[in-house]
């Protein structure tokens, strides 16, 4: 991903009104947005860890509240985990030990492109007796993935199929009969026989194409095949260094994102801190929107007084009062992210390194310009 | 600045005092009482009691497990009252890191230990332990599920191909010491096996959970690492599973080694239920092998959310889950399971339990080598532990507390009978002097001159449980960072770190290791001092030599 002509030499600079103004100038400006705000909302947070630390940091200061663009998204698979059960596994072990793949839903390339090299295609562990890896695709809808020499057997197409599918499969395991679908009852007993034997199978999804209740399915068809064999789950994270912020937000608040701070503690509530409603319905009267990855706009369409930390300075004169341009984590700085290779957080040293500006520096910039507060920030 | 704690009773077991007198410090350090020097600052401490900071040697705080555990019971997070401003950021936000530090500091711990952090997950852990503030913290690397570790076993490579790569281990991690869960039986878990004990084969591998124990505590051992290697044994909870704590304190064999959580393996096959206390007799063999150290995981009644590294444990206690909820997580090495639980005083089992744990600390009669621990938060959260000093203080007070659990339970133990209260001495050497021992660390732990000014003090007020929750005093480094209970100032402590010597042709070996099963860069799991966003966040402790 290149800037598209975007030069560094225009990163660490910021804009009041549209106009080109100094840093100071614009921290200073942003500082005095946000302190005058009754209920200001942190969103977007597309960011990497430090940026997260500040941004959640600046929010608990203000009494305002945390979203992220793909908390939505997050908060599918969480609430599997907050209410059910989950059996998970990490793509390095799926990559060594998985025999038996059940790739679900549509677009799986478009959440993880290195799906196939990494896990599908990758030579299995030495600890793995028979070296096969076998792959089928649960409704994977017109584009689906594809292995460099083997074929993926598809069972469904259209994703709009799957909670039905996805039931029907969880019953045959289970020895139950079920109805007519467009899947025949042969394909789909075929398919329950393959995955009970598997010795240690995985399934892939991203909640970016499944419903929650589909999620809890398949979660739940995981856990039943557990009772004879071994089997996990591979959920694959959102963009925008989503599932790092998830962890920074848990450990600081013990909440996910769409947490307020507003009445003192922190409080978590998925649908009064979406900074979407927060925004549309006026509740929130200043906006900090924080996409450090890419230009992503903020996705309301009220106006109000909003700070932008934007990885790209073109559209600098549009919605936002206050614009900074700051670099991209891992590109133009060195940055702690989720890696979708590992599934950890992990300190990458930055590609092209130069001197923009990082969000936590931004964020330290505007702090400054508060109210004096003895609270350590 | 000289500062003075003045005319308190000095319990200070590791310089063997404990008399009424005064405490100096100057420059975050202690020092002996300057001839003619004016202090700048007294604190009066008279009636008071004055010990060094606290040591939590085993304490699930940080890590990718325990963030699971977080995120997993948003209800238990309400803070128990009104919504209100905090004085400090985050500081009552249920189970965070700041307000992990600030439970710490208010009870008068200044140093506390995650014990399981998967040598992958260690940037994660650090960065956890940085945002927690006053205290400092460490971690010990979770090896013996490894497939590195195990194949090196598998190809009977020598003791220094392991000793090297445990080196290579303490030192990406940035760790204090190693701890092994369940040896072997994750690896197994993935292979389908559902029990693992201490001499069953890893398959594939063909190593025994025995043989990664005495490799993992001989490399240990030889590079000089303060801490012997910290063993959570096989047959986590299961009745009857005395024999394999008894086999592996025995496996021990005269080199060091600390068992962890030693209650959860404290039980027999006696009784009506098939479910009897067996920590007399597991204390009695503590007792005897002088090269074992311990800490104790005590129960106490309420709700919690165990979180383990041992998969296979928590795999098998799903069903247990009180609320119906759980995350079993198989990890590179060893992963995890978070499995909430709900431990009442009315269940027969739960009761003999809290037994077991009592027993172990009163049976156990050197406070050097039993540590004190709930194994927080399995056992209970760290929060309890108020309650378990006055257990251990008055036999009276546990008199009541057995007289209102189920009977058949109290039946299959020994508590009843047992009449030791534990002195104040006592309580400074198991959370003092004897876990600073146990660390190497010759600066903490005690208030001689030289020590790190970490300092509790207490009313010494007859509800040891009061007591014990609120000090009256607590300096951190020399700063005062509580008083009457309350969290003064927000500072940050460091991560305490071994880097024992190692031959750097193991680095090469793992660079092509990862490369070649997961086409990775071996140095994805680095933590950098850089990447944490607090100056000097290490400290190094020395090993032997």
Redesign the interface.
Known sequence: MDRGGIDHAGVGRAWIDGRPATLDAAAAEAGRLLADSRLPVIAGLGTD??GA?AAI?LA??LGGAVDHMHAGQLLRD?DI??????????P??A???ADTVLLVGPDLSVAWPDLAP?LLD?PM???V?DGARHVFALCPGRSPVKRARETIEAIGRNAGELPDVLAALRARLAGRPVGKLSVSAKRLDALATALQAA??GVVVWSSASLDALSIEMLCGLVADL?AR??F?GLPLAPADNAAGV???C???????MRTGFG??????DPWRFDAVRMVESGEADCALWISAYRSAPPPWTRKLPTIVLGAVDVDASNASHVHIAVGRPSIDH?A?EY?A??G????IVASKKNDSLSV?DAIGRIAAHLRPDD??? | MLTCIQSGRVIDPANRRDEVGDVWMHDGRIVDAPQGAKADQTFDATGKIVMAGAIDIHSHIAGANENMGRLMRPEMHHPGHEAAPVPFPFSDAVSSTFATGCRYAEMGFTFVVEPAVAPRQALQAHLELADIPIIDKATLAVLGNDDFLLDLMRKRESPDAVRNYVAWTLATSRSLGIKVVNPGGAAAFKANARAFGLDDIVPFYGVSSRAIVKALQRAVHELGVPHPLHVHCNNLGLAGNVDTALATIAAAEGLPLHLAHLQFYGYGREGECGFSSAGARLAEAVNGAKSVTVDVGQVMFGDTVTISSDVLRQFNARQQARPRKWAIIEGDGNGGGIVPYRYRADDFYNAVQWAVGLELFLLIDDPWRVFFTTDHPNGAPFTAYPDIFALLMSHELRAQWISSLPAAAMEVTTLASIRREYTFNEIATMTRAAPAKLFGLSDRGHLGAGAVADIAVYENDNDRAKMFRSAALVFKGGDLVVRDGNITQYRFGRALTVRPGQDRAIERRLADYYDARYGLRHDFMKVPDNALGRPDPFELVPCAD
Do not use: Y
């Open positions: 860890v430090a630390r940091a608990e200061r969480l985990v907050r209410e059910a059960r989950v059996m998970l596994t990490t390095n072990e990559r060594v030990r990494r990758a562990g030495h600890e007796v010795r240690f557990n064999t071994r996990s998830l962890q920074v848990g450990w600081m608040t013990g909440f996910p009445r003192g503690s922190s409080e978590h060195d702690v890696l290779a590992t950890t957080l992990a300190a936590a609270r350590p920030c």
